[in-house]
């Protein structure tokens, strides 16, 4: 044995009889239950709850586990913020927008008609006052959000006719998701509010004429072709829809900084994988819809004008009435207003070129 070697062992057994071991942090026992407002046959959407436990199952070696709960399971599907503000679990995955009756700015953390598109909406979050507008306003009910997946634009629903002109939404039971409503309403249509796992059933019995999902991949699961063979695009209503992970505000405080870490870091890897997914299994689907005899159709420009029209006399009123809403909407249309420039240039030039070559 050399001398360094002897020096080495030396120092380690008198450490051991000294009594101090080396210093390690201990990380605690955490479980986490998490309740989702979307059924487990849409992997895709579920999924990202999914993945964001399986990340922080294995970055803490099984020391922090989530546990994820469907629709039912622990409370309704639409439960997910009074459950977690409440501390009835301490986390959940949901699309913001489906609670715009507590708060029409809740809808502005998942999309709102002509919106911002995914990466936009990213781009304000993580490196605008995205983030830290929405915290301010989530700070009111006790739930710090993360970003926790987004669908890409989606697709403009289906219906039992031809929507030909706006006249066409007047009277319509439009199955579309919350906030949206409040448009579709003030052209004439009839909203209805109805939980993923619930709408081929209502759009089956003629309860509603027509529905919106999000697009081909979940949209084909759902079964909607089968009733109604009307697809139009594009969901001008979610140009962009994020979905987010609520956790309960102590909940949150009491981890450890590194277990901190690893939620921020397991929401962020969801909210990339769930929108790959889509972007990965939209476009097969898509083929298998019109295989099956769906009619794919532009919604006409007269139908997306008046929609505009309308929108934008929504936010004016919105904006004069509501102190939240006007805080965080002003920053994103600027935000939107900018980033529309640039992408003009750049994104929308190239896509452009790109769907008018055959490759």
Known sequence: ?????????????????????????????????LTSSFPKSLDTIHGAAEVFAKTINQMSGGKFQVSVHVPGELVPAFGVVDAVQQGT????????????????????????PFGMNSRQLTAWFYDGNG???????????????????????????WYRKEIKSPADIKGLKFRVGGFAGKVVSRMGGVPQNIPGGEIYQALEKGTIDATEWVGPYDDEKLG??????????????E????????????????????YKAMVEAAASHAHTTMQAMYDARNPAALKRLVANGVKVQAFPKSVMDEAFKQAMGLYEELSAS???????????RNFQ????????????????????VKL
């Open 322 to 332: 509501n102190p939240n809403w006007k805080k965080v909407y002003t920053d994103y």
């Open 239 to 258: 140009g962009g829809a994020q979905l987010d992970f609520y956790i309960n505000k102590k909940a949150y405080n009491d981890l450890p900084n590194d």
């Open 1 to 33: 044995m050399d001398r360094r070697s002897v020096i080495k062992h030396a120092g380690i057994a008198g450490v051991l009889a000294a009594g101090a071991a080396p210093a390690v942090h201990a990380q605690p026992t955490v479980r986490w239950r």
């Open 131 to 157: 983030m830290k507008l929405m915290r301010e306003f989530y700070d009111q009910y006790n739930i710090v959000n993360f970003p926790g997946g987004n669908t890409g634009a989606q697709m403009g629903g």
């Open 89 to 112: 679990v301490e986390a959940g995955h949901t699309a913001p927008y489906y609670y715009f009756g507590k708060d029409d700015t809740f809808a502005i953390g998942t999309a709102i």
């Open 337 to 356: 207003r900018d980033a529309n420039l640039w992408f003009r240039f750049t994104e929308a030039r190239f896509d452009s070129y790109m769907q008018s």
């Open 224 to 237: 909607f072709y089968k009733v109604a063979k009307n697809y139009y695009y594009p969901g001008w209503w």
